[in-house]
């Protein structure tokens, strides 16, 4: 596997479950991004890990969770959302977090809210 | 504080033409700013970024991007559009005001039409 990978590609949860969404680089990167892309909105950022701590949390709503368990791994773990988290979340990584550095992003994960 | 504002929602061309996308950024210091394209069901894709070196940036696919300082500007352009390249066209902003996060514009829709 090269890049940034996500998985699942596409997830269907009620509201009461559980789940976890999963992003994988292999690019030897120290900073990981998790993004909310709903439609017609820009792309808004959520959590920013560097060396494994996090740096941002942008007034994420509890019911997200982020786990960066080592540089390559980051989880965003769910539970109790509402249809209008329904958006594609996306996952990227870069070198560090310097403003030069460009992202890689993965193909990101279709979350439907039912 | 840091924005971009992405002048055209939806910009239509015949294939063989020029493409144009319009980008003008807000900043107070100087920012890097990046292109990068999104076909559908896929993650993002970095074309090019400008982080203070040459003002004329060249990018993959036979784009290209000026940063124009004076203009507050950072426009897209290809000689020859292809077919391919139709796909939703993000110009981003980062820098010391938004604490090296990525500020997003609302995307450029590009058509091609054979």
């Known amino acids: 596997e090269t890049g940034v990978t996500q998985t699942p590609r596409h997830l269907v949860m009620g509201m009461t479950n559980k789940k976890s969404l999963k992003c994988e680089q292999h690019?030897?990167?120290?900073?990981m991004y998790w993004y909310k892309q709903s439609a017609k909105k820009p792309l808004e950022l959520m959590f920013v890990?560097?060396?494994?701590?996090?740096?941002e949390n942008n007034s994420v709503p509890s019911r997200f969770s982020p786990e960066c368990p080592n540089s390559s791994h980051l989880f965003l773990h769910l539970h109790t959302l509402q249809p209008e988290d329904s958006a594609l979340y996306l996952c990227a990584s870069s070198p560090g977090d310097r403003e030069y550095y460009e992202q890689y992003f993965g193909p990101g994960t279709r979350l439907t809210v039912t | 504080a840091q924005s971009v504002t992405q002048l055209d929602s939806h910009v239509s061309v015949s294939e063989g033409t020029p493409v144009l996308l319009r980008c003008n950024y807000s900043s107070s210091y100087s920012p890097s700013l990046f292109w990068y394209v999104q076909h559908p069901n896929k993650g993002l894709q970095l074309l090019l970024k400008?982080?203070?070196?040459?003002?004329l940036v060249k990018g993959i696919n036979g784009f290209e991007a000026e940063f124009k300082k004076s203009e507050t500007s950072f426009h897209l352009t290809k000689p020859s559009a292809h077919m391919s390249d139709a796909a939703e066209y993000f110009c981003v902003v980062t820098g010391q005001e938004t604490g090296n996060q990525f500020y997003f514009g609302t995307g450029t829709s590009l058509t091609v039409i054979p």
């Open positions: 400008y982080t203070s070196a040459a003002t």
């Open positions: 690019l030897g990167h120290n900073a």
């Open positions: 890990y560097n060396f494994k701590e996090q740096t």
